[in-house]
């Protein structure tokens, strides 16, 4: 269920819709209203949908009297002004939008984005009181390297830097490593683990009280059948989905392969 009712971080595991450009205002109804069926028997995860700029007002429509939360997949680090194209963080307050995603890989490949413009994204986000989902990641020949850890720390460490450990608090960090995203060819639920002990032990050596209420999600070709091995881990707290959220029966099953009683 939702936290919205609540400053208090939910204790259940938490899956997220990462649309990325899908959807139009017809198919989004089609979707969300298969979500809404299939969830209401399912009370062990938190469900999230992060949907393109145009459909927040759409989805806040679909979802306000729900227990679904919805959020945006990108926002500006400028409070206001002249940056055309650019949506803020009050403006998806303004439809009540709880979740950002920061960072994803589709976009700081594609448009260039540093850690530090990345950085000061989760810090827009957090001063308006949304909570970022923070994506970071290796790719294939970083992998290979073997200097996965080092890339992802250097993503965490930007924003330790420039802002504190104490900035993660409740909020989330998604591992997606690069090469798992849209491929079909998932981590495994023991190389997940091994990052998200590192992802977590970087946040604790910081801020240890911060690391306590931070989430971390595994995103990267998700689907019903991997989802069971990865939200039965319990260092994993959660899914981000994209392909298979586009499909309300898969990510259903996805939800309900979060665990009966699982406690984050
Ligand atoms: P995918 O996308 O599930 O299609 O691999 C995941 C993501 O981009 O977070």
């Given amino acids: 269920m939702s936290r919205s009712d609540t400053t208090l971080p939910s204790p259940h595991k938490i899956v997220v819709a990462n ?3 899908h959807g139009n205002l017809a198919r989004n109804h089609t979707l969300v209203d298969g979500y809404l069926q299939g969830l ?3 009370s062990q995860a938190d469900v999230v949908i992060c949907v393109p700029y145009p459909y927040l007002a759409q989805i806040q429509s679909l979802l306000s009297e729900t227990h679904v939360a919805w959020g945006a997949q990108n926002l500006a680090k ?3 002004g002249a940056y055309t194209g650019e949506v803020s963080a009050g ?3 303004d439809f009540g939008a709880q979740y950002v995603i920061i960072g994803h890989s589709e976009r700081s490949t594609a448009y260039c984005e540093s850690d530090e413009n990345i950085a000061e994204k989760f810090m827009m986000a957090k001063r308006h009181g949304l909570t970022p989902i923070l994506c970071v990641g290796e790719t294939l020949l970083e992998r290979e390297a073997g200097v996965m850890e080092r890339v992802v720390g250097k993503q965490l460490e930007t924003i330790i830097r420039l802002f504190g450990g104490e900035a993660f608090a409740n909020s989330i960090v998604s591992y997606e490593p690069i090469w798992a995203i849209g491929t079909g060819l998932a981590a495994s639920a023991e190389q997940a683990v091994a990052m998200h ?3 977590r032990d970087t946040v604790s050596a910081a801020d240890k009280s911060a690391a306590d209420t931070l989430k971390i999600l595994y995103g990267g070709s998700v689907n019903p059948q991997n989802a069971v091995q990865l939200l039965n881990q319990q260092e994993i707290d ?3 989905v994209g392909r298979c959220s586009l499909n309300a029966e898969q990510f259903i099953k996805i939800c309900q392969a979060v665990p009966e009683n699982s406690v984050v």
């Fill in 19 to 21: 649309w990325k450009m």
């Fill in 40 to 42: 209401k028997s399912l």
């Fill in 78 to 80: 400028y409070e206001e």
């Fill in 238 to 240: 959660g899914a981000l």
């Fill in 91 to 93: 403006m998806l307050c």
């Fill in 197 to 199: 002990q590192f992802i």
